[in-house]
C-alpha cells in the first residue's frame, strides 16, 4: 500500500525530530520544509530512513511553492513557533499571518488533514502578543479549513529542549535564582515523545474540526520544576520571590542586549496564568491518548551532563523502578 505523504513544517525543532521519526517509523513518507537546507538537511536525514524523507528549502511566505508543495499531499502539519520577536520574525508574521496562508492553500489543493500545534494557555494571556498572535491564527485556520485540528500542548521538554537545558545550565551557574510569581505558575509538562504518540495518535483515530488540550500526567508550580531540576543535578541554590517591577526591568535590559533573551517581558505576561487544562476542552486523556512519562523520572536520563562528574555520576534506572 503506498504510504501517506505528509508535508511538514517546522521538522527541524524539538517536535519536528521526534514526530519525523515516529510517522516514517509507520509508514507515512515525509516531506520536510525548511529554510536553510545546508544547515538542516545534515540533521533531519538521519531521522528516517531512506525513501521515507524528502527535505525541500523553501520560504515559507512563496505562496507560488506552497502551491506546489501542498499539491498532492495527504496531510500538512504545521510545527512553525517562536518564543521571541526579532527583526525577521515577528508572532503576527509567524503564528498568524503564516498559518493563515497555509491553511487557505491546503483547503484549495483538498489536503485531506490539516493540524497545527499552538499553545496551552493562550485564551487567558490577552495582554501578550504571543497569545494574541497564536489564538488569530487559530481562528483564520478554522475560517479557511474548518476540518482543521489544533494541538495546544503545554510546557514540551526534552533532552532536545530548550527550557530544561537552559535551565539547568542556569542553575549550574549561579548560587541565586529568581522565582517570577513566586513560582506559583502552574504547568502540566508533556514529554516531547509523548506529544508525538498524540499526534500519531489523532491521525489514526481521524479527528477534526477541534481544539485538543495535550498534557502531561502530573501538575508542576514552576518552583517545583526547578526543585526538581536541582535535585537531578545534585545542586543547592537559593530560590528567591522577585518582585514584579525589577523582573520587568531585567526582562527589558535582556532583550537590549542580547538577540536571543533569557527573558522578555511578553514572557512575564504568559508566565503570569497558569499552563493547564482548562476544562473547557477536551485533553489527550479524554481521548485515551495517554501521556505516561513523569517529570523528574525523564530529566535524569540526561541531566548527568549538569553534573560535576558528568557521565560517571549517571544513575542507573530502569522502567520496572
Known sequence: MKPMEILLFGGSGQIGRHLIRKLTKNNFKVTVVTRNYHQKAIVLKTQAN?????????????????????????????????????????????????????????????????????????????????????????????????????????????????????????????????????????????????????????????????????VGPEILSFKMILEKLLNSIDKKRLLVPTPLFLAKITASVLEFFMKNPLLTNDQLKLLKYDNIPSGNLRNNFDLNLKSNSYFDEEIIKYSFMWKETGQFSKKNYSKND
Open 50 to 214: 531512506p525513501g521515507y524523507i524528502d527535505i525541500v528549502e523553501a520560504n515559507i511566505f512563496d505562496e507560488e511553492k506552497l502551491e506546489f508543495l501542498t499539491n498532492n499531499k495527504d496531510i500538512c502539519i504545521n510545527l512553525i513557533g517562536i518564543l521571541n520577536e526579532d527583526k525577521k520574525n515577528s508572532f503576527k508574521n509567524i503564528h498568524t499571518n503564516f498559518p493563515f496562508m497555509l491553511s487557505k492553500i491546503c483547503q484549495k489543493n483538498k489536503v485531506k488533514k490539516f493540524i497545527h500545534i499552538s499553545a496551552l494557555g493562550i485564551d487567558k494571556a490577552i495582554e501578550s502578543k504571543y497569545a494574541k498572535s497564536k489564538l488569530e491564527g487559530e481562528k483564520l485556520i478554522f475560517k479557511n479549513f474548518s476540518e482543521a485540528l489544533i494541538l495546544r500542548p503545554s510546557l514540551v521538554y526534552s533532552v532536545d529542549d530548550n527550557f530544561t537545558t537552559k535551565f539547568m545550565t542556569l542553575l549550574n551557574l549561579f548560587p541565586i535564582f529568581p522565582l517570577y510569581y513566586s513560582g506559583n505558575t502552574k504547568f502540566a509538562p508533556i514529554h516531547v515523545s509523548d506529544l508525538c504518540s498524540v499526534i500519531y495518535g489523532v491521525l489514526e483515530n481521524d479527528l477534526k474540526s477541534e481544539i485538543i488540550e495535550c
